[in-house]
């Protein structure tokens, strides 16, 4: 049965999103083309870019950007990170995306850097994801009407961001990202659809009225598993790990199956949309549309 979302008395298809991040290598860059074609393909709402993520090169998401923009039909979003930037520089980033002809801006402080805690000044004294949103949305204002359009993303945790003492922090702190200009908010990854669900029920009754996209990755490898277990602030579903060794470590269905399933739910309990990490790989997510029967036959061959 395909994932329907009733608005008002007209039944809509649900829609999704996918998130990439910069080749590091030549070789990976041909295959992350293909996979963007095939992505694209798929008619998502947009195509957001990481940047700065894990060390990538931060022009290179630049390069991203412009390279979905001219050869894909897909809207491109940037992600930006305020870590280490001064103010200045970053207004100087916003408008050298919105000059690139990309208007669509995730807003966040950004993960430390490696070998920094949180606690480093570098890290602690950098500005807010707030104040990112607030440059970009002074940024649009500078600009001539029509390169002033687009929408400015925040992030969101339903297990809490890793500093945050209570789930009520956490609302405070997304209502404070809307105010400061958020038209919607992408979640950090889980596993279990209640944590999205009773999350976003609270940030609702507290008075959040944009858009939650839950964001979900279908998981190959149990290292993988790890890594989105370590971000959710969960554990994995219990067997799911022993389910993946037994088949040698490389288990793309079960990530399918897993994230197939969790879309259900959440799409059933209201979700607008999904929004797919994709590893930069089109197989599995586009897997994860066709068993939703979100998908319309994948044109690129
Ligand atoms: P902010 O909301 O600006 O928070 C920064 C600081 O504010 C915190 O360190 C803390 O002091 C305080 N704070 C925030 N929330 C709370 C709270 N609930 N309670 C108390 N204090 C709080 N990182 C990258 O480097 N590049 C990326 O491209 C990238 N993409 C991401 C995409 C998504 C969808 C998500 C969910 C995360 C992504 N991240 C990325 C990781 C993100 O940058 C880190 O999680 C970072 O720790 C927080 O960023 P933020 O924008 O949420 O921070």
């Known amino acids: 049965m395909s994932a329907v979302l009733l608005t008002g008395s007209t039944p809509t298809r649900a829609r999704f999103s996918f998130e990439v991040f910069p080749a590091r290598s030549g070789a990976a860059a041909l295959a992350l083309g293909h996979a963007v074609q095939h992505l694209s393909a798929a008619g998502p709402d947009f195509i957001s870019v990481t940047y700065g993520a894990n060390g990538s090169n931060r022009d290179a998401s630049l390069d991203l950007l412009r390279y979905l923009r001219d050869h894909t039909d897909a809207l491109p979003l940037a992600h930006l990170t305020t870590v280490g930037e001064?103010?200045?520089a970053l207004r100087e980033t916003i408008h050298r995306v919105m000059d690139a002809g990309v208007h669509d801006f995730l807003?966040?402080?950004?993960?430390?850097?490696?070998g920094l805690s949180e606690d480093d000044p570098r890290v602690a004294g950098s500005l807010s994801s707030l104040e990112l949103a607030e440059l970009?949305?002074?940024a649009r204002a500078e600009r001539p009407p029509l390169t002033s359009v687009g929408r400015t993303a925040v992030a969101a945790y339903p297990n809490g961001h890793p500093l945050s003492r209570s789930r009520a922090e956490d609302i405070e702190w997304l209502i404070a990202k809307q105010e400061a200009g958020a038209q919607l908010a992408i979640t950090?990854?889980?596993f279990r659809a209640?944590?999205?669900l009773s999350f976003a029920s609270d940030a609702r009754t507290a008075g959040l009225a944009i858009p939650i996209l839950p964001g979900l990755m279908p998981v190959s490898t149990s290292a993988q598993l790890r890594k989105v277990a370590a971000l959710a602030g969960r554990p994995a579903p219990e067997g799911l790990e022993e389910e993946i060794e037994e088949l040698g470590g490389y288990a793309p269905e079960l990530g399918v199956e897993h994230t197939v399933a969790l879309a259900r739910e959440l799409l059933a309990g209201g979700a607008?949309?999904?929004h797919?990490?994709?590893f930069n790989r089109h197989e599995q997510v586009l897997a994860?549309?066709?068993e939703l029967a979100l998908l319309t036959p994948d044109p690129v061959r």
């Open 136 to 138: 970009i949305a002074e």
């Open 107 to 114: 807003a966040l402080r950004g993960d430390p850097p490696r």
């Open 272 to 274: 607008p949309s999904i």
């Open 188 to 190: 950090q990854l889980f």
């Open 86 to 88: 001064s103010r200045e």
């Open 194 to 196: 209640e944590e999205y």
């Open 288 to 290: 994860v549309l066709r």
């Open 276 to 278: 797919l990490y994709t």
